[in-house]
Nanobody
Framework: QVQLVESGGGLVQAGGSLRLSCTAS???????MGWFRQAPGKEREFVAG????????DYADAIKGRFTVSRDNAKNSVYLQMDGLKPEDTAVYYC???????????????WGKGTLVTVSS
């Protein structure tokens, strides 16, 4: 069974940048790889997603223009470049894999354990 492991989280000042990585072990990346995030007291929300050939790339309105998702199938990795970070971006970020281009949590087939991103003002 494939496992997803995130890395790259940490503390950053508002306006700064951070890059998250997600690597699959024990298998290859799903057709649709994505990122979700969950802040305390809030529901887990979709952030970004990308299909296998990168033909389709989706972003949540809240981060559009600031974050960039990409994938390297040869490395079994997906990335989330986060620029212009805001305090409201503070959350645990989860890597996700699904067989369909789904932007809903219940459509995810495999989850990473998450990495914490904290943006200070």
């Amino acid at each position: 069974q494939v496992q997803l492991v995130e890395s790259g989280g940490g503390l950053v000042q508002a306006g700064g940048s951070l890059r998250l990585s997600c690597t699959a072990s024990g298998g290859t990346l799903n057709y649709y790889m994505g990122w979700f995030r969950q802040a305390p007291g809030k529901e887990r929300e979709f952030v970004a997603g990308i299909t296998k050939s990168s033909s389709y790339i989706d972003y949540a309105d809240a981060i559009k223009g600031r974050f960039t998702v990409s994938r390297d199938n040869a490395k079994n990795s997906v990335y989330l470049q986060m620029d212009g970070l805001k305090p409201e971006d503070t959350a645990v970020y989860y890597c996700s894999g699904s067989w369909r281009r789904s932007q809903f949590s219940n459509g995810v087939d495999v989850w990473g354990k998450g990495t914490l991103v904290t943006v200070s003002s």
